[in-house]
Nanobody
Framework: QVQLAESGGGSVQAGGSLRLSCAAS????????MGWFRQAPGKDRECVAA????????YYADSVKGRFTISRDNAKNTVNLQMNSLQPEDTAVYYC????????????????????WGQGTQVTVSS
């Protein structure tokens, strides 16, 4: 079992930055692939970034490439999402998700493949 708790959301003006953090419980965090998803009102939940449990492979949605960076610290049981050059269309509730994988290099980008979810944190970007 893994419990996830996001932090770092808030309100920022366009062009600003935020850093989201996800703290995970459980001794086997290092064997979980992690992902950051977001859901805006009236839209489907989408994966914006994901990382393998080794940290060696990452995925970014086209809409955030070059602006967002996902990272993890297995010693601290945390995964972070650095978000730069934020735009109003980035406004959404952001969720951290975890799934145990066999391979250290597996990256998961579909929400149904994740077993554990945080409660979400709101990010609001104003123009």
């Amino acid at each position: 079992q893994v419990q996830l708790a996001e932090s770092g959301g808030g309100s920022v003006q366009a062009g600003g930055s935020l850093r989201l953090s996800c703290a995970a419980s459980g001794r086997t965090f290092s064997t979980y692939a992690m992902g950051w998803f977001r859901q805006a009102p009236g839209k489907d939940r989408e994966c914006v970034a994901a990382i393998s449990w080794s940290g060696g492979r990452t995925y970014y949605a086209d809409s955030v490439k070059g602006r967002f960076t996902i990272s993890r610290d297995n010693a601290k049981n945390t995964v972070n999402l650095q978000m730069n050059s934020l735009q109003p269309e980035d406004t959404a509730v952001y969720y951290c998700a975890a799934a145990r994988t066999i391979s250290s290099e597996t990256v998961l980008t579909i929400s149904k493949n994740y077993n554990y979810w945080g409660q979400g944190t709101q990010v609001t970007v104003s123009s």
